[in-house]
C-alpha cells in the first residue's frame, strides 16, 4: 500500500476515521477508496449514499454510518486512546511500522496496547500448533529465547501452544515480543493467556489488533490476523504445524510478501511435523540451529534494546530505507527515486564505512 503525504489529523478526523472503521464489510482496500476519492474520512461520512454506491461500496456499509452503535464505538475508541499506554496507529502517518506498510492490504488503523516503537525494531515472526507436542514446545522456547537475545523482537498470535511460549520465552531473556490478536483488544481471545499478555505490556512488548476494540472472537479473523504477523517481521519461523495448521497461512502470506519463511523439521512418523516437512518441499529454509537464520539475516545481529529508532541515528536516505527493512539495490533505486548507478556507488561507500552491509543480495543497515 502507498502512503500519501502526511498531513496532521484533526480530533473531528480522527473521530471520523474510527467510525469508518467499524461499519460492515468494509476492508483495508475499500477504506483506502473512500480516503483517496473524498481527501479525509470526514468528507466520506457526510458524502450522499449515492456517492458511496457509486464507489461500488454496499449498501449496508454505506447504511451504517450514523448508526448509534457506529458513533459509540467511536466514542468509546477515543476515551481508550486517552489511557496511557494505549495508541492508534494509521497507515499514512508517520509512526506506522514502515514494513508493513509495504504489503498490499496492510490495516489502515492498528489498536496498540503497550510500547509502539518496538514495532520499528527488527522482528522474527513464530508460528506453530496449538496443541503442540512437548518438544514442539520446547523447541520453540530453546529458538525464541536465542533469537530475542540476538537482538530480534519475537511476534507472534498470543495463541495457545506454539505461540505462547515464544512469546513467554522472549519475556524470559528480557527480550521483546509482539502479539497480534484476531479479536479486539478489549475481547481477548483466547482468555488463558490474557495474563501472559499484560506480563508483555507491563514488560514494554506490545499487544495490538486491527479490529475495533470490541470485535469478538470469529473464525474468519484468525487467518485475516496473520497477514499482519508476517507483515511486520523479516521472516516466519514454523516450529511445529500439521498441513492443515493455520501456521501454514502465515508462512504462505509470508512468502507472496517477500519475507523469508523457515521450518523446522520432525519425526516423519509426527503429524505435527507434515505441515513443516510441507513448507520445506515447497523451498522454505530448512532449520536445525537458530544459525541457519542468523546467517541469512547478519545485518540485524546482535541488535540493541534501545529506544531509540533507527531514524534517528541517521538521516541518510538511504540507510533510513534499510533501517525500515532490507532491499535489493534495485529495490533501493525504486523506493530512493535515485538511479541505480548512484545507488550502487553510494552502497559501497556505505559499505566501507561499515554502516551497511549485503547479505546474499539483499542490503542491510549496520547498527553501531
Not at 5 to 32: D, I, N, Q, Y
Not at 315 to 340: F, I, K, V
Request: charged share 20%; net charge neutral.
Amino acid at each position: 500500500m502507498s502512503i500519501p503525504a502526511v498531513t496532521p489529523l484533526s480530533p473531528a478526523e480522527l473521530e471520523a476515521r474510527l467510525r469508518l472503521h467499524r461499519l460492515p464489510e468494509l476492508g483495508p482496500a475499500r477504506f483506502r477508496k473512500l480516503l483517496e476519492a473524498f481527501g479525509s474520512a470526514s468528507k466520506a461520512i457526510s458524502a450522499p449514499a449515492s456517492a458511496w454506491r457509486a464507489l461500488g461500496l454496499p449498501q449496508v456499509c454505506c447504511e451504517a454510518r450514523r448508526a448509534p452503535e457506529v458513533r459509540d464505538g467511536a466514542s468509546h475508541a477515543l476515551a481508550w486512546l486517552e489511557r496511557q499506554g494505549q495508541h492508534l496507529l494509521m497507515w499514512d502517518q508517520p509512526d506506522y511500522p514502515a514494513l508493513l506498510a509495504q504489503i498490499s492490504d496492510a490495516p489502515p488503523l492498528l489498536f496498540v496496547a503497550g510500547d509502539p516503537q518496538i514495532l520499528e525494531k527488527p522482528q522474527l515472526a513464530m508460528v506453530g500448533s496449538r496443541r503442540a507436542s512437548r518438544p514442539g514446545m520446547d523447541t520453540a522456547t530453546a529458538f525464541s529465547r536465542n533469537l530475542a537475545g540476538a537482538g530480534f523482537v519475537i511476534t507472534s498470535g498470543l495463541a495457545l501452544g506454539i505461540d505462547a511460549a515464544a512469546h513467554q520465552a522472549a519475556l524470559d531473556v528480557g527480550g521483546r515480543t509482539v502479539g497480534v490478536l484476531g479479536t479486539g483488544l478489549e475481547n481477548f481471545y483466547p482468555q488463558r493467556n490474557r495474563r501472559l499478555a499484560d506480563a508483555m505490556i507491563a514488560s514494554g512488548s506490545a499487544v495490538l489488533s486491527e479490529f475495533p476494540l470490541d470485535t469478538a472472537p470469529s473464525a474468519g479473523n484468525f487467518p485475516r490476523r496473520n497477514r499482519i504477523i508476517s507483515g511486520l517481521s523479516l521472516g516466519v519461523l514454523v516450529v511445529e504445524a500439521s498441513v492443515a495448521s493455520g501456521s501454514l497461512i502465515t508462512a504462505r502470506l509470508a512468502a507472496e510478501q517477500g519475507r523469508e519463511v523457515y521450518a523446522i523439521p520432525g519425526s516423519i512418523h509426527h503429524p505435527g511435523a507434515r505441515g513443516c516437512h510441507q513448507l520445506i518441499r515447497d523451498g522454505a529454509v530448512l532449520v536445525e540451529t537458530i544459525e541457519h537464520i542468523l546467517e541469512g539475516l547478519r545485518g540485524w545481529q546482535q541488535l540493541p534494546f534501545s529506544t531509540q529508532t533507527p531514524a534517528a541515528t541517521s538521516s541518510h536516505p538511504l540507510l533510513t530505507l534499510l533501517h525500515a527493512a532490507p532491499h535489493t539495490s534495485e529495490a533501493l533505486a525504486d523506493a530512493s527515486g535515485w538511479t541505480l548507478p548512484k545507488v550502487l556507488a553510494t552502497l559501497t561507500e556505505l559499505e566501507m564505512d561499515g554502516r551497511a552491509v549485503c547479505e546474499n543480495g539483499r542490503w542491510f543497515a549496520r547498527v553501531s
